[in-house]
């Protein structure tokens, strides 16, 4: 087997460096002999490998289903789990963290064992084998074998798992008797701490991160910011381990045993009052005060003010545009049908142009006709049937559109966009071809 010395002497550096830290830490200037001989390099080593039986490398947790459960956690790598479209362990893929649980006073052991040479854990190259760390270790080969094989054994399963009475588990019926106790699988759900480390990182760096306070200091002033800016509203804090997070895992314990929960309660909706409509001459004043159709002229008026290159990157780009301001058309229709009753365009106060009344209050065709105003219902549903003020809703609808970019600073647009937008507003979901309603001449 070929030598390394000079990745031998880096490996013993490491190795070196760390124990003494560890001596410095613990002794504090105390020059007690025989304390200080415990971290001579050799018998330090020899400690660590007959201490790291006490503790054991896991993906999930037990004790963070109640400290006081007795059974297995697992390791359970994301790689070797199946993947499935909803986020979990599988999701972290190869960067993952590993908790350590056991007996804490070996913890130590496992901070050595993470000591990083040339980007790898001291622990990876021995799971590598690697003969250069293994000659590092000691110069007596058997000894160094064995403590290769002691530190490699963090990672254990035992052979047949066990559950606890403390744990959570869960009976599922397998067969096809459920009066039958051994037709049963006992299920227990595991605690996966390195999801939960994750997200706790992930969630840390949105409420303290230095660039997410960039991107918060922008978002309160109002002023532009290129990058993302992240907030999850409505955290829960589940607290493990109570006074002793280390008590459940070592994970844990630099979590400060916070462990977030993200809000999964169904939304509450807030209801929006019914658009005022009556008194008003024209719908389209009251799309106007959309925030999400305001937005949208925005974009559309600063794209074309850049004057783009004729390309087929800008026409898709606005006619993605151009279609989300035309479906704000029948999610307007939707809310004012939500809001107001069926009829509430007879009110001698209702304003609105033939077509937008036919357009929003569709549902009055299947009224019954009045008595005393027979004639005005029949003329109602006779010119929703006749299918014209689709056309004419569409056609406002142009002219609108061309006003507001009119309003942005465009004055060229006329016959041309108005027939574009007639064609892109899609009135009804109920049209036979929506998108090819013929639109009338421009106003």
Not at 27 to 48: H, P, V
Not at 116 to 135: F, S, T
Not at 285 to 299: C, F, K, M, N, P
Request: proline share 5%.
């Amino acid at each position: 087997m070929q030598d390394h010395p000079d990745r031998v002497q880096a490996f013993t550096d490491v190795i070196a460096r760390f124990i003494n830290e560890r001596r410095e830490a613990k002794l504090k200037g105390d020059n007690d002999a025989a304390k200080a001989s415990r971290y001579e390099y050799a018998t330090w080593l020899a400690d660590a490998a007959r201490r790291v039986a006490q503790i054991q490398a896991v993906t999930h947790v037990l004790k963070a289903t109640h400290p006081d459960a007795r059974g297995s956690s697992l390791h359970a790598p994301p790689q070797s789990l199946p993947s499935h479209a909803e986020v979990g362990s599988h999701t972290l893929g190869a960067d993952f963290a590993e908790d350590i649980v056991g007996n804490a006073a070996a913890l130590d052991v496992f901070k050595f064992l993470k000591v990083e040479v040339d980007g790898r854990r001291l622990w990876d190259w021995m799971l590598d084998k690697d003969a250069d760390l293994q000659r590092a270790l000691s110069s007596d080969s058997e000894t160094a074998a064995e403590w290769m094989r002691a530190f490699t054994g963090l990672v254990r399963q035992d052979v047949q798992p066990i559950s606890h009475v403390l744990a959570k588990q869960v009976y599922w019926c397998v067969g096809n008797d459920p009066a039958d106790d051994a037709h049963y699988e006992l299920l227990q759900p595991l605690f996966s701490s390195s999801l939960a480390h994750a997200v706790h990182a992930n969630v840390s760096d949105a409420r303290f991160g230095e660039q997410n306070k960039v991107a918060r200091k922008a978002r309160r002033d109002r002023t532009p910011y290129e990058g993302l800016y992240r907030e999850y509203r409505d955290l829960v804090a589940r607290k493990l381990g109570g006074t002793k997070p280390q008590n459940v895992s070592q994970l844990n314990s630099e979590r400060g045993g916070v462990n977030y929960l993200l809000a999964s309660a169904p939304p509450h909706w807030q209801k929006e009052s019914s658009p005022k409509l009556l008194n008003t001459d024209s719908a389209l004043d009251r799309i106007a005060q959309l925030g999400s159709v305001r937005h949208l002229i925005r974009v559309l008026a600063d794209f074309l003010r850049s004057d783009p290159p004729r390309n087929e990157a800008t026409r898709e780009r606005r006619e993605t545009i151009e279609q989300a301001l035309g479906q704000e058309l029948p999610v307007f229709a939707a809310s004012v049908r939500a809001g107001l009753e069926p009829g509430w365009t007879r009110d001698p106060a209702c304003r609105l142009p033939r077509c937008e009344q036919l357009w929003l209050d569709a549902d009055r065709v299947e009224l019954p006709v009045r008595e005393d105003n027979a004639e005005a219902d029949q003329a109602f549903i006779d010119d929703y049937h006749r299918g014209d003020w689709r056309d004419e809703v569409a056609g406002r609808f142009a002219n609108w559109i061309n006003a507001r970019l009119r309003d942005a600073g465009l004055p060229a647009v006329g016959d041309a966009e108005y027939r574009h937008w007639a064609k892109q507003a899609v009135i009804e979901a109920q049209w036979p071809v929506p998108m090819q309603a013929r639109a009338g001449a421009p106003a």
